[in-house]
């Protein structure tokens, strides 16, 4: 069992004084354990520096910083106290941490989002009204404006372009000055260095009456930056929604039953294995169980994404989050709340996402290339120049702003960005919604298709088979009994006449929970429920049991007689899987429900399936498609399908589906729009052909551009334009992909 080193409840715990997170140790046996908030982590380069910190460190054995959360795991064996030192050997390296708490996550993100709009909208009126002052003074050049003329326009544009830049790049010059100071390097640092050198030569310039006067690249650079930032914390914030969906589903409180009988409250989070638990009508179940006394229907779909409830009764067991939909439970906790299903889930979850950041981290790799290469070229440039080159301090210098100015990937930054909001106002007006940076190119990749069954190829609604044998009369009687009760076979049967057709029955209906419905008739009992309550034989009706779901009626002197029902099948699902199979995807079924109507469903769509999967063999189905080479999109709509939405190379929900597969999936697309997958992924196939252009198109202007930048031949100015047009050309091809109409 494990011991913990500090206490946790959400009203007590706070943050230690001095800033000691020896308090929030986890312990088992000799391991120790601690998540910290890394505050200032957002690329490759910091997760190097975060573990590289301390994964080194004596007896450390795991130190893993998930971008996502900004959450760093740390385990180790030995002494407790060690927590500390660790603790400050990150902060050595330029960043804060904090003992992680998901609302002070919340609240760090929330001022962090507030800063970086304040300083969008500063970089923003800054950049507009500096370019509006430096058109004039670019015509003068041309026209002979007056000197004095042209030095008050450029000063009103240094009085509004210094002091945004100054204020609305903090962020850049934060993260290169921690950088900087470990003796590292990212890509904020040659960010923070065009920045302001551009503005210190362009005040510099001002002062003597120089031409190199851009105040207005500055600012409108700044902004260009800031909005990438600020997208990129979007699409974080999301992919985070996962995560906090799974806690919110997780129970808060419990009620424990003593050993005098007598009922206590306490927090879900301090359920211990061995405790007696009581679960009333309509509470969820807090941690995984097993149950001591009791019958009830439990109400699964959230966990296992059967719509059938589950009839459970003594030493059956119970998995956290089922629903208890009829009689009163009493259950011995087999689990703590972080070891039960929901908290795995979770945890398969946030594997999976951190797995899914590789092509992120990829870029920035590249990046970390680059950055080296532009402070290279451009403090050759400024060398050569001022010894080689017989130019002064002054015009090297200028040279060398140009290189870095010419060298910033804008292009490189709009290539992708630019075709991906255009392809997502193209989704967007067909209802179909993305929800993160990379789907399109992850999607074009796709050459495997894997179904859930229940709510995406099917209603998720059980319904009655009509059998042409039936009498109406057993029919009419099996509806009447079925009026009394809400649970979903029996409203399904109850629906299943006429209005007016059911038996109207005298006397009292009795609901038993777990097993079905009683009536007193002339002739004696007739139940209506499972085939144990009813008394069906054992192999009686073994066929009817196997193909579908089931309700059995048992009269008094007769034989007893089956109602099957079987889910509703959405009738865009074969056209779905004749396109899929048309375009080479190789459609199948991956599914939790049984057996039975699986392989009845997978047998009239021609696909083949897997049943009965729990969420763990979901994602291990697709790790192992993943192992043989297959990109794998797979589409569900249920809280089991998370960890495989998440897992998945890409994955597609719908807005009728679970909140939490909404938040794990890439893509949600409308309530039962089945069609609208495979034009998802025509449309993301056209785009990856022009986000590939866009790439082209941005290496040659670098390569053309830096070397005759090198050479003296560029102005910032020159640069600037450059800049600008590189951008404006890879924008207006991204245009392209909104023309025309998909086909």
Known sequence: MTALAGTFPSDQRTLPEQGSVLGFVDRDGA???????????????????????VAAEPGVTEARLNLTLRRLSLRWQGDAAEADRLAARIEAAGYKVVPFDPEFLESSDQQTWRSLLRALAVAGFAGSNAMMLSIPVWVGFATDMEEGTRLLLQAISGLVAVPAVLYGGRLFYRSAWNALRTARTNIDVPITLGLLLTLGISVVELLRGGPHVYFDSAASLLFVLLLGRVLEFRVRARARQTLEQFLLMQSRGATRVMADGALAQLRAADILPGMVLLVRPGEQVPVDGTILSGH?????????GEPVPLSVAPGDALVAGMINGGGALHCRADRAMADSHLAEMARLVEVAETRRGHLVALADKVSAIWTPIIHACAA??????????????????????????????????????????????????????????DVLERLAAVDRVVLDKTGTLTEGRPR??????????????????????????????????PAGSAVELTGDVQ???????????????????????????????????????????????????????????????????????????APSILSGDAQGPVMDLAKRLAVPAVAAADPAAKLAALEALRAQGAHVLMVGDGVNDAPALAGAHVSASFTHGAPVSQCAADIVLPAGRLTLLPEAMRISRRALGLMRQNMIIAAIYN????????????????????????SLTVTLNALRAGWGRWT
Not at 34 to 50: D, K, M, R, S
Not at 467 to 474: E, G, H, T, W
Not at 549 to 554: H, I, N, P
Request: proline share 6%; aromatic share 6%.
């Open 464 to 497: 009655l088979l009509r059998d042409p044998s039936r009498d109406p009369a057993v029919l009419a009687l099996a509806a009447g009994l079925a009026a009394h009760s809400l649970h979903p076979l029996a409203r399904a049967l109850a629906a299943a006449v």
């Open 511 to 585: 609901e038993v929970p777990g097993a079905g419905l009683e009536w007193q008739g002339p002739q004696g009992a007739v139940r209506l429920g499972s085939a144990g309550f009813c008394g069906v034989p054992p192999g009686f009706g073994a066929a009817e049991m196997e193909a579908a779901s089931t309700v059995w009626l048992a009269r008094p002197g007769r034989p007893p007689v089956c109602f099957r029902f079987a889910d509703t099948v959405r009738a865009e699902a074969a056209e779905l899987v004749t396109t899929l199979k048309r375009a080479g995807l």
């Open 703 to 726: 390569a053309a551009l830096v070397p005759v930048a090198m050479t003296g031949h560029v102005t910032p100015l020159a640069a600037a334009i450059a800049m600008s047009v590189s």
């Open 380 to 437: 050759g440039t400024f060398l050569y120049w001022l010894f080689l080159g017989g130019a002064g301090f002054a015009t090297a210098l200028l040279y060398a702003v140009a290189v870095l100015i010419i060298a910033c990937p804008c292009a490189i930054g709009l290539a992708v960005p630019a075709v991906q909001v255009v392809s997502r106002g193209a989704l967007l007006r067909r209802g179909i919604l993305l929800r993160g940076g």
């Open 31 to 53: 391991e120790c354990r601690l998540n910290l908030l890394v505050e200032g982590a957002h690329c490759a380069a910091c997760i190097q520096a975060v573990e590289g910190a």
């Open 296 to 304: 009830s229907e439990m109400d699964r779909a959230a966990v296992t």
